[in-house]
């Protein structure tokens, strides 16, 4: 086996990642979880039925979960990189027949901060650096804090929570240098074919903004919406900057970053301070649940976008006012999926189960377990519940009673705060979904970019594939060649790689 893989790669590739590959090939063990305990599946959450919710008794996932939350004291595992601003959303569109959240109740005003970020890279790095960039936004609402927390591009690059950490730490420095190795990126993502359209994404120009004002945001999972009848429907949420979107180039970013290092955040607070009010609209998809399996792809994965489902505007964001202390507000603001108002529910998205876990609680380890009892966090009505104690907490409480049901101190449930309900099917289990469908719709982002666009992205991504392992290489090939044949023939080109080799690889994978 050691010599097969060999006369596959250059000489050079073969000391530090390249020969821990080789030496995990040669001298395989069990993955464990920390107590020893063998893993039996670490590429599927379990869940409850093929399209059913994530269990929570699916300990290798909440543990993976739990130890990557709590990686980075204090700086932020993924999102260091942060500038935030205050604003208001106006409900412009009567949506009472999708759902009770009052955010959305027609003519409603709500105060939000908003928070964008960089994903990968660190509290200091270079705003040029090549990122999907953090588009999350808390609503002060009515009935509680709901926080939209997404990203400037509409999918993911996985589809399923386990793997999250798994990404993240292949995106990350290696950790034996901490450089940035592209050779780990690609080992990884050669196994993870669900991630060619937003890879795709990444390595367009879309994958360097010129600006956040210049830059549209996607809350990248479906959602429920819940009417007062306990109706559902899916929906998926899309923030349309009006200031239209605006790229760097490679080019461009190399000048950019050679003047300055910080021009999205600059360029935020400057146009603030004058009065230059970015605004963005948002709008929604809607399925029926009756839709979901009319789809050839599952509407639920979260590496997919939509097509050709019509989008409704329902409100617009107006961000209007720079934080008054960057650390106060930007970094201690406690952005998570969990934070739901009536009306508002998540999918069955196996990402988006994950993740109403994993953020409440990475905040909860970063902030403590009053968190939410800052000002940036604290929400506009009044908390009222039998949490306690913990450190820092600076609340009042008065009452002798901090336990529910009480006579003494009642606090009522709320009735059309109840979950919607969700007819499950089959047993517990752990496997991928059924409908896969993972290149059809990178090649079609790829064919929507124009012909600088393609040569840019083709230049990109083909010069990082260049100095990745030979399989790896070929076989990421392969998917952009699946996607596209135009995109992988020129990508093979760039990277050195065999085409006939990625061809025959391309033919043996599933549309």
């Not at 939350?69 to 409900?91: C, K, L, N, Q, W």
């Not at 908003?114 to 002060?140: C, I, M, Q, W």
């Not at 240098?177 to 050669?190: G, H, V």
């Not at 988006?352 to 970063?366: E, I, K, N, P």
Request: overall charge neutral; charged content about 25%; hydrophobic content about 35%.
């Amino acid at each position: 086996m050691t010599i097969a893989l060999r006369a596959f790669m250059p000489s050079r590739l073969l000391t530090g990642v390249a020969a821990g590959l080789l030496a995990c090939a040669i001298q395989a063990a069990p993955l464990t979880r920390d107590n020893g305990a063998p893993v039996g599946d670490n590429q599927n959450s379990q869940t409850a039925g093929a399209s059913g919710p994530t269990l929570l008794q699916d300990v290798q996932l909440i543990q993976k979960l739990q130890r990557f939350d709590r990686e980075r004291i204090p700086e932020r595992v993924v999102h260091a990189r942060g500038t935030g601003a205050r604003g208001e959303f106006v409900a412009t569109a009567d949506i009472s027949d999708l759902t009770v959240a009052k955010v959305f109740e027609k003519g409603s005003k709500t105060p939000v901060f908003v928070r964008f970020s960089s994903v990968v890279h660190g509290n200091h790095s270079p705003e040029t650096l090549r990122d999907p960039r953090g588009f999350a936004t808390k609503f002060y609402t009515a009935e509680g804090n709901w926080d939209l927390v997404g990203n400037n591009f509409p999918t993911f690059f996985i589809r399923d929570a386990i793997k999250f950490p798994d990404m993240v730490h292949a995106f990350k420095p290696n950790p034996q240098t901490n450089l940035d190795d592209n050779a780990r990126t690609f080992d990884f993502f050669s196994h993870i074919p669900e991630a060619t359209r937003t890879l795709t994404q990444l390595f367009s120009n879309e994958g360097t903004p010129a600006s956040y004002r210049q830059m549209d945001g996607n809350g990248v999972h479906a959602y429920k919406l819940v009417n007062a009848k306990g109706e559902v429907h899916y929906v998926k949420f899309h923030w349309k900057s009006l200031q239209g979107q605006k790229n760097l180039d490679p080019r461009e970013v190399a000048q950019v970053q050679s003047q300055d290092y910080s021009h999205m955040t600059r360029d935020l607070i400057a146009a603030i301070d004058k009065g230059d009010f970015p605004k963005w609209d948002l709008y929604i998809q809607i399925l029926k649940p009756e839709d979901l399996p009319t789809f050839d792809f599952d509407p639920l994965d979260a590496t997919k976008i939509w097509p050709n489902v019509p989008e409704r505007k329902i409100g617009q964001m107006v961000l209007n006012k720079n934080p008054d202390n960057v650390f106060q507000e930007t970094e201690q603001v406690a952005m998570a999926p969990a934070n739901l108002v009536p009306g508002i529910e998540p999918s069955e998205d196996r990402l988006l189960q994950g993740r109403v876990f994993s953020y409440a609680d990475t905040q909860m380890y970063r902030l403590g377990a009053n968190g939410l009892q800052l000002p940036v966090n604290r929400p506009k009505v009044e908390v009222n519940n039998g949490n306690q104690d913990g450190a820092m907490n600076s609340g009042h409480s008065t009452s002798g009673v901090n336990y529910q049901p009480s006579r003494l101190m009642p606090r009522e449930e709320t009735a059309h705060a109840r979950y919607s309900r969700l007819p499950l099917t089959g047993t517990t289990q752990q496997a991928k979904i059924q409908r896969e469908q993972n290149f059809k719709q990178a090649g079609e982002l790829y064919r929507s970019y124009s012909q600088k666009d393609r040569q840019d992205l083709i230049a990109s991504l083909g010069g990082a594939l260049a100095d990745v392992d030979d399989e790896s290489k070929h076989i990421m090939l392969s998917f952009f060649y699946k996607a596209d044949a135009e995109y992988g023939a020129g990508l093979t080109k760039v990277a050195k790689g065999d085409l006939k080799r990625v061809q025959a690889l391309a033919a043996k994978l599933a549309d």
